[in-house]
């Protein structure tokens, strides 16, 4: 069974910086996108940034200059270095991962980043 296990996240003030990272775990299969996805409190599931095995990133307009995601193949492992916080950057992030050969979205079970001004 596919898990993703988040970490880091937390407080920060605005300007300041936070690093995120996420292992998938219980497949075999190559994993053909990762990405981060936010949801502040009652509002949407954004996209942040994405990855994908090759490494062809996107970003969300709102993070690009100031967000980086970056991915260990072999460890399955993506990050989100974000720096230049934001107040409106507080959310919950979520990882996300589609494999290859898969339609299906696994999700992280997400962790808090408050970004006080």
Same mark, same amino acid.
């Given at each position: 069974? +596919?898990?993703?296990?988040?970490? =880091? &996240?937390?407080? $920060?003030? @605005?300007?300041?910086?936070? %690093?995120?990272?996420?292992?998938?775990?219980?497949?075999?299969?190559?994993?053909?996108?990762?990405?981060?996805?936010?949801?502040?409190?009652?509002?949407?599931?954004?996209? +942040?940034?994405?990855?994908?095995? =090759? &490494?062809?990133? $996107?970003? @969300?307009?709102?993070?690009? %200059?100031?967000?980086?995601?970056?991915?260990?193949?072999?460890?399955?492992?993506?990050?989100?270095?974000?720096?230049?916080?934001?107040?409106?950057?507080?959310?919950?992030?979520?990882?996300?991962?589609?494999?290859? &050969?898969?339609?299906?979205?696994?999700?992280?079970?997400?962790?808090?980043?408050?970004?006080?001004?």
């Amino acid at each position: 069974q +596919v898990r993703l296990v988040e970490s =880091g &996240g937390g407080l $920060a003030e @605005a300007g300041g910086s936070l %690093g995120l990272s996420c292992t998938a775990s219980g497949s075999t299969i190559r994993i053909k996108t990762m990405a981060w996805y936010r949801q502040a409190s009652g509002k949407q599931r954004e996209l +942040v940034a994405s990855i994908t095995e =090759g &490494g062809s990133i $996107a970003y @969300a307009d709102f993070v690009r %200059g100031r967000f980086t995601i970056s991915r260990d193949n072999a460890k399955n492992t993506v990050y989100l270095q974000m720096d230049f916080l934001k107040p409106e950057d507080t959310a919950v992030y979520f990882c996300n991962a589609v494999y290859f &050969g898969r339609s299906y979205q696994h999700w992280g079970q997400g962790t808090q980043v408050t970004v006080s001004s």
